[in-house]
């Protein structure tokens, strides 16, 4: 019995030094220096206000789940009929509240360029905060920020 207790008490020994003898993955290093950032993208495409509504209150409060916008990286993307929600003359004022709150808070507005064209806006049009976005169209965006490690969320 005595062996068994020694034996047990030896591999965790073991097990503990491994443990604390392994380097961090680099992820993992960065979230316990403090340095990691959650990376979120969101996607808004439809014409459906209170959903528009919906997935900006939502970014506000994962910003606030996270600890603040010095915790996470928000990108949102918008494109097709969602464009016209984000009209800066035509906007639901609730919408606009919602939006410039997350800007405020340093989320990363684009706008599909092909979508701009295809309802015949520029940025000038839209709320403040919008850019082009990186890659005229949307979706190849939305595709290269996921392979950049962004979590894709849809409300």
């Known amino acids: 019995m005595r062996n068994l207790s020694i034996h047990k008490l030896l591999m965790m020994s073991v097990a503990a030094i491994a443990l604390v003898a ?3 993955s680099p992820n993992r290093a960065e979230a ?3 340095k990691g950032k959650v990376k ?3 996607h808004v495409d439809g014409k459906d206000p209170e959903v528009a509504k919906y997935a900006l209150a939502l970014i506000n409060k994962h910003i606030e789940a ?3 916008p010095e915790n996470i990286d928000v990108e949102l993307v918008v494109h097709g009929p969602a464009l016209e929600l984000f009209e800066k003359d035509k906007m639901d004022p609730e919408l606009k509240k919602r939006f410039e ?3 405020d808070k340093g989320v990363h507005a684009e706008m599909c360029q092909v979508s701009m064209k295809l309802y015949n ?3 000038d049009n839209l709320a403040k905060g919008f850019v082009a ?3 005229p169209v949307a ?3 939305i595709a290269d920020l996921q392979q950049q490690g962004y979590i894709y969320i849809k409300p």
């Open 22 to 24: 392994l380097p961090l």
């Open 32 to 34: 316990a220096e403090g």
């Open 40 to 42: 979120v993208l969101y």
């Open 66 to 68: 996270e600890g603040g």
């Open 101 to 103: 709150q997350i800007v």
């Open 121 to 123: 806006k520029t940025l």
């Open 133 to 135: 976005t990186l890659h």
């Open 139 to 141: 979706v190849k965006r």
